[in-house]
């Protein structure tokens, strides 16, 4: 249960206060290089990161990936065709090169063995960024984004330092645009509806204060997780007691395909039958690892979360 839940947590994004998934409170910011007449950029560049500024002396053409979120954002930015290898984890897009690297245990020689020119890291426990630098590898290390202007910046970032400045600030754009287009589309009085966003079976789940409980904000969802004890953190687990007084209006599963959970099992479970989220047809599945990344696909969750928003307001 530990593992699964600091997989889950390591994906889903905070800002740190309860030290669960963040582990620097900096934001990264790009140093922009002049760009070409195609927004590729030049080089050398110099990006700021989360392990201090990292400077790329020319276009990365072997790129390794261990962060699920930098592999799909190198990807929608058009530097796909420059990653050479990506962690095990990185399963989405479908080209993806999956292998065994370690994302939770990165490895500086496992690391080196692709002959890298620039690695991606989300997450660096063992100081594999200064291990890199000191065999001549620029390592970027970006934390979990604690709100979509993470998103943005890191976007930006990858973009700037792999010579995708034009895509990257396009895909930004698309991402704002299709956003603010989503969240127009939520009359005012379906605002400060409440949700429990089920981690898995065990009943973790999240608060406003995560990255994708700021998702849910933007629709006008509150999170029941905001209620628990503050010692129970970003991520509280919370008692069955706890949801079915709390009596969401609406339950997302984000543990469908980890945990064989769905709106079935959750209407079996002793009094949840009760619950309006439960009657009124409100236990929705999500896609988990959309929703547990800070990437582009962000835009497709919060599109579904919004379909299913309106489509239960027109049915009631």
């Known amino acids: 249960m530990a593992i699964v839940l600091m997989l889950v947590a390591a994906a889903c994004g ?3 206060d309860d030290g669960t998934v963040t582990e620097s409170g900096q934001r990264p910011e790009e140093t922009t290089a002049p760009a070409d007449d195609d927004g590729g950029g030049t080089f050398p560049v110099t990006v700021s990161a989360d392990n201090g500024e990292v400077t790329i002396e020319s276009r990365p053409e072997a790129i390794v990936s261990i962060s699920p ?3 799909e954002m190198l990807f929608a930015i058009g530097a796909g065709d420059q990653v050479v290898a990506v962690d095990e984890y990185s399963y989405y897009p479908e080209e993806a090169p999956v292998t065994d690297l370690s994302g939770f245990q990165p490895n500086v020689e496992a690391i080196a063995s692709y002959e890298p020119d620039l690695v991606v890291l989300s997450t ?3 100081d594999v960024a200064d291990g890199l630098e000191r065999i001549g590898i620029p390592a970027i290390h970006l934390d ?4 979509l202007d993470d998103t943005y910046r890191q976007l930006e970032l990858l973009g700037v330092a792999t010579g995708n400045v034009g895509s990257a600030a396009e895909v930004v754009s698309q991402m704002q645009t299709e ?8 009359p005012d009085d379906l605002a400060e509806r409440t949700y429990f966003h089920e981690l898995d079976s065990q009943l973790y789940s999240v608060s406003s204060d995560t990255f994708i409980g700021r998702v849910y904000a933007l629709l006008g969802l509150r999170s029941i997780g905001d209620e628990a004890p503050d010692d129970a953190g970003n991520y509280p687990q919370l008692s069955e007691e ?3 007084d709390a009596d969401p209006d609406f339950i997302f599963l984000a543990d469908a395909q980890c945990c064989d959970q769905s709106p ?3 209407a079996a479970r002793p009094g949840w039958d009760t619950l309006t989220a ?3 047809g409100r236990v929705i599945v999500v896609d988990e690892d959309a929703a547990s990344r800070w990437g582009p696909r962000i835009v497709d969750f919060l599109r579904e979360v919004a379909d299913e928003v309106l489509a239960t307001a027109d049915a009631g």
């Open 124 to 126: 660096d426990p063992g």
């Open 242 to 244: 706890f949801v079915l």
């Open 144 to 147: 979990s984004a604690e709100d």
């Open 14 to 16: 905070d800002d740190g």
């Open 69 to 71: 979120t930098g592999t």
């Open 278 to 280: 439960v009657e009124e």
């Open 179 to 186: 956003i603010d287009e989503i969240v127009a589309t939520i």
């Open 264 to 266: 079935e099992t959750v």
